[in-house]
C-alpha cells in the first residue's frame, strides 16, 4: 500500500514496515505488478487525468522512475491496474503508442 510518499508492508495486516519513496513525494496512485516483479502505477489525485496523469516504473516498489509523456496516452482516471501479456499486432509495436 502507498500513502503519504511512502510503501507500507505487512505480512500479517497486524505488523507494519514502512518506507520512504525516491525520489522524494512521487505520488503512487494504483499499481500493478509484473510476475517477474517489476511495478508500474500512475499518479495519485483527484485531479489527475488527461494533461496531468503520470506513469512510474519501479523494480521494487521503492525508487520510481517516471515514464516520459510520450510513452503514454493520458485520459480518464485511472482507478484500477492489473499485469498481463498481450502479443502486440503488426501496426502496434514497441516503438509506437497504441
Given amino acids: 500500500m502507498y500513502g503519504g510518499g511512502q510503501r507500507h508492508r505487512s505480512e500479517d495486516g ?35 487525468w488527461y494533461e496531468q496523469q503520470r506513469f512510474y516504473r519501479s523494480t521494487a516498489g521503492v525508487t520510481w522512475e517516471e515514464l516520459p509523456t510520450g510513452a503514454f496516452t493520458g485520459g480518464h482516471p ?20 497504441c
Fill in 14 to 48: 497486524t505488523t507494519w514496515e514502512s518506507t520512504a519513496l525516491e525520489p522524494p513525494g512521487v505520488p503512487i496512485g494504483n499499481f500493478a505488478v509484473s510476475s517477474e516483479g517489476t511495478f508500474a502505477a500512475v499518479n495519485d489525485g483527484w485531479t489527475r
Fill in 78 to 97: 485511472i482507478y484500477f491496474m492489473s499485469f498481463g501479456h498481450v502479443t502486440p499486432t503488426p501496426g502496434c509495436g514497441m516503438s509506437q503508442k
